[in-house]
């Protein structure tokens, strides 16, 4: 038998896989442990990172009331951008470098989270902001050492950004999205606290639950680990491994909690039953493409995002044009997985049976249609766009699509079948509709 023939080795490949597990406490009510929480890691001054409409809420009452039971000292940054930007990274981090803080405490969701980690790093390791930005678009820098102790508190379940090294922005004179992965931005700990979802409008569990759903999916059929070249030193092993049997666990399982749950979390407006499942399923995901990684809907939706015209998303919490995070990844799925699943069929495969699909009898030449199909159907019964053009995209935008996608190089290599700027555009043109 031996491990799944996916990990099949090669003459020359990597034969190794680091498990670098993120520190999460998962459950109803964990919130109130904050303060308790914040005092066992030596933080007596916190930066306290939430977003405008968060700080609102009544579950960020609780996160003072326990900061304070504890004696805790912190000072709240709301500055924050939903779906943040080089401008609002650098203002949180001017934040961060006058505040002498020994901690980081983030309430909200992906958008807050990501803030935080990048204020962590400048202030503890001042820099031009694109220093620590992947390359090609920035230097790609290491990190010197640790960063400040910080505890990522999510308020939404698609991002995971509490377990993972990544921080994610939008370049506003460039309209495109990048990042700074390091394992070094990855939250000292994730409290993850259900409870705090029932406030989310139906549209921001939609979109986080598709944005959980395709990291589970894209790190399954990622290209495996075996396949990278064997780095010359240890040290050269990327945050992103590809594909490997500790991700596949988490992603299988991420993957049916959603399957089973979008729908009745969505349309009715999430009971707390549903909700405790998706987060939990969020946090399985993150943990296993914080591990393997994302490929091509993830890279694609960077410039999805970026390059916004005018579409406002329905029944969002702010009236600004944005395409959410997870509705631009979702747009691009299905047309995605038709193309990468003659790379790994049997795996797209098990992606649609995780999803409840009867599998038994279909040839592999039908994995991507039929993965794809699943995930339509699921997209049409939750109200999402239908494709591109129902984020005001059309044909003439393939080029520039394309374009923007290609600099997400640490994506683009993940996936399991190579791309180049050809086969992107006929992905986008794929992806304009689906019914
Ligand atoms: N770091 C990572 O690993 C990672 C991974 C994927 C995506 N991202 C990034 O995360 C960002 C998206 O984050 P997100 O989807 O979690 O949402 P978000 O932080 O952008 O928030 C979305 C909206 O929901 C509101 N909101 C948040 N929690 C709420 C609650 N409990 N009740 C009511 N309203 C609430 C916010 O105020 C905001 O208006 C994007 O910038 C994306 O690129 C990061
Ligand atoms: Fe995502």
């Known amino acids: 038998m031996g491990l799944d023939k996916y990990f099949q080795h090669k003459p020359g490949g990597e034969t190794a896989f680091t498990i670098e597990a993120p520190n999460l406490k998962f459950g109803l009510g964990v919130l109130s442990e904050l303060g308790e ?15 405008p409409h968060v700080e609102k809420i009544d579950h960020f009452s609780k996160a003072i009331l326990s900061l304070k039971n504890a004696g805790i000292d912190f000072e709240i940054y709301n500055g924050i951008e939903i779906e943040p930007t080089d401008r609002s990274f650098k203002e ?10 020994d901690g980081y405490i983030s309430i909200g969701g992906g958008s807050t989270m990501d803030t935080a980690k990048a ?27 640790s960063l400040m102790p910080h505890i990522a508190c999510p308020t939404t379940f698609g991002t995971a950004s509490e377990t993972t090294g990544i921080a994610i922005f939008d370049i506003l004179d460039q309209d495109m999205k990048t990042g700074i992965a390091h394992r070094a931005l990855r939250p000292t700990l994730g409290l993850i606290d259900p409870e705090g979802l029932t406030t989310l409008p139906a549209a921001v569990i939609a979109s986080n639950g598709f944005d959980v ?28 491994q590809g594909a490997n049997p500790y991700s596949d666990m988490a992603c299988l399982e991420a993957i049916k909690i959603v399957g089973e749950n979008i729908e009745k979390a969505v349309n009715q407006n999430g009971s707390l039953e549903e909700l405790e499942a998706l987060s939990l399923a969020g946090m399985l995901a993150g943990i296993g493409f914080g591990n393997a990684g994302c490929h091509l809907p993830h890279a694609m939706s960077y410039a999805v995002a970026g390059l916004v015209k005018n579409y406002k998303p329905k029944d969002w919490p702010s009236d600004h044009p944005m395409v959410p995070h997870g509705i631009s990844v979702i747009v691009n799925s299905p047309a995605a997985f038709r193309f990468t699943s003659e790379a790994c069929p049997d795996r797209h495969l098990k992606a649609a049976e995780a999803l409840g699909v009867d599998v038994r009898n279909l040839p592999t ?71």
């Open 365 to 435: 030449n039908k994995a991507g249609k039929v993965l794809g199909d699943k995930v339509i159907d699921l997209m049409k019964k939750t109200g999402l766009p239908n494709g591109l053009k129902g984020v005001g995209y059309n044909e003439a935008d393939i080029d520039s699509l394309a374009e923007n996608t290609l600099p997400t190089k640490r994506l683009l290599d993940i996936s399991p079948r190579a791309v180049d700027s050809k086969i992107l555009k006929t992905i986008f043109r794929d992806a304009m509709s689906y019914w």
């Open 37 to 51: 929480e914040s005092q066992s890691l030596g933080i007596t001054r916190a930066a306290l990172f939430v977003d």
């Open 92 to 101: 949180a981090s001017k934040f961060a470098q006058n505040g002498k803080f």
């Open 213 to 240: 759903f395709s990291h589970a999916i894209e790190s399954y059929t990622a290209k495996p680990f075996t396949h990278r070249p064997a780095p010359e030193k240890p040290s050269q092993r990327p945050l992103l």
């Open 119 to 145: 204020a962590n790093l400048y202030a503890t390791y001042p820099a031009e902001l694109f220093a620590y930005v992947n390359a090609p678009v920035g230097d790609a820098r290491q990190i010197p050492g």
